[in-house]
């Protein structure tokens, strides 16, 4: 069974910044279309961000678009979280979908049923 192991989550101030790590146990996300989700309590799951397999294509949601940086880098995927807001606090997941096959890169957006591999979250709090 392929697991996604995040970390680099913590408690922050508003307006600073962290920089959440997903990898593969035993695995390698190279070859994988990777996405980032958030629940906040008492909320529905949101799409963040996501990264294609290969090229560095990337997508993010109107809400984090401009703070957040999603990036590959061998095999571990990272979102940087930059001018943190009290409101970005939540548990992140990473998801991922394998894209071996693709002869270009493949994009998804931020549909989860699109993803069948799933971290456990790490938590995010942002508060003074």
């Known amino acids: 069974q392929l697991q996604l192991v995040e970390s680099g989550g913590g408690l922050v101030q508003p307006g600073g910044s962290l920089r959440l790590s997903c990898t593969g146990s035993g695995f390698t996300l190279d070859y994988y279309v990777v996405a980032w989700f958030r629940q906040a309590p008492g909320k529905e799951r949101e799409g963040v961000s996501s990264?294609?397999?290969?090229?560095?294509i990337t997508y993010y949601a109107d809400s984090v678009k401009g703070r957040f940086t999603i990036s590959k880098a061998k095999g571990t995927v990272y979102l940087q979280m930059n001018s943190l807001k009290a409101e970005d606090t939540a548990v992140y997941f990473c998801?991922?979908?394998?894209?071996?096959?693709?002869?270009?890169?493949?994009?998804?957006?931020?549909?989860?049923?699109?993803?069948?591999?799933w971290g456990q979250g790490t938590q995010v709090t942002v508060s003074s």
């Open positions: 998801a991922a979908e394998p894209a071996y096959g693709s002869t270009g890169p493949t994009v998804m957006g931020l549909d989860g049923s699109d993803y069948d591999y």
């Open positions: 990264i294609s397999n290969v090229g560095g």
